[in-house]
């Protein structure tokens, strides 16, 4: 035998991939800056794309990739909380399509206002459950109203819009199909393959980097859609307002509960999904309506990455 000992430990196989997956979810936003500003600039790649459905595909890989994160017993664990999950769902359905459609009265071309329009009726967005994680939230209760929110989303969207006046190149149903195809169907089969084969800490770090990677695709082509004129200096106005009205919204439904519990109802009622609101856009009114959700994206990851950045208070030794 050569040398006085064993050889030394080999890194364990899935840490570079690890390292990776972090490495992508802590320039998130940077990376969406220079990807979005890629998009704005070179618009032609990215138009190409969604007019082949492009949107959609990023989106339905990018929710397969969410259900692939939950579990069912996360889902199954928010028995105890479920009148207050109820009532926040009851009243973020109702209330922030409302919002998005005063905020969008501050836009004058009508595609772009029904794009701002389809903010109102996007679920939670996906990453609220990782960051009500890391903000030392109840992450079940926040998983609960992610999956509950995009059901609700994928059934009610084309009626709601329909109400709300929003031009639609599909009808209610055909929207709802679209919906289910890109959105419902891949979130079951994430969640089911899920519970059928829990993945590894390798498989886990692939699952993460390939969520990155859906999602930056997607703004990009969404990006794409933007032209610079002082028509989106009125959508930036809006986004922000629904923003802040959103977020003030989840503040007062957290209201009196549990601090843990609290910033799971915080999160996904104040942050939604851009991409699946960027997916109803495109589907219900063609790739130019996702515009705005390109601006609402920006908006919603810096929002995140301060919230990310939030550690709960320690107590007074």
């Known amino acids: ?164 006046g929003a031009p639609l190149t599909l009808s209610a149903a055909g929207l709802l199909g679209a919906l289910l195809l890109v959105v419902a169907l891949p979130l079951a089969a994430g969640v089911g393959l899920r519970a059928a084969w829990p993945p590894g800490a390798r498989a886990g770090a692939g699952i993460r980097i390939a969520t990155v990677a859906a999602l930056l695709v997607l703004l990009w082509q969404v990006a794409s859609q933007i032209r610079l004129d002082t028509a989106y200096l009125r959508v930036l106005s809006a986004m922000a307002a629904f923003l802040a009205g959103s977020l003030l919204l989840g503040w007062l439904l957290s209201a009196r509960l549990p601090a843990g519990q609290a910033t799971a109802v915080r999160l996904p009622v104040g942050l939604r999904d851009f991409a699946v609101a960027a997916g109803i856009a495109a589907a219900a009114a063609g790739p130019a309506a996702a515009a705005p959700l390109g601006v609402y994206g920006v908006l919603v990851l810096l929002a995140g990455s301060a919230i990310s950045q939030a550690r709960p208070a320690r107590p007074p030794q």
Do not use: K, Y
């Open 1 to 164: 035998m050569r040398g006085d000992g064993p050889p030394p430990a080999r890194p364990a196989a899935g840490w570079n991939a690890g390292s990776a997956a972090d490495a992508a979810e802590r320039f998130l936003l940077p990376l969406a800056v220079v990807v979005a500003a890629a998009g704005i600039a070179a618009p032609g790649p990215g138009r190409a794309l969604s007019r082949h459905d492009g949107i959609g595909a990023a989106l339905a890989v990018l929710v397969f990739a969410t259900g692939l994160t939950l579990r069912a017993a996360d889902l199954a664990a928010v028995r105890t909380a479920w009148r207050r999950v109820t009532v926040v769902l009851l009243v973020s359905t109702v209330a922030l399509p409302g919002l998005a459609w005063s905020a969008s009265q501050l836009i004058g071309d009508p595609v772009l206002r029904s794009g701002m329009q389809a903010v109102g009726v996007a679920p939670a967005e996906v990453a609220t459950v990782a960051l009500c994680t890391i903000a030392g939230g109840d992450a079940a209760v926040c998983a609960v109203l992610l999956v509950a929110s995009t059901l609700l989303a994928v059934v009610l969207a084309g009626p709601v819009l329909t109400l709300l």
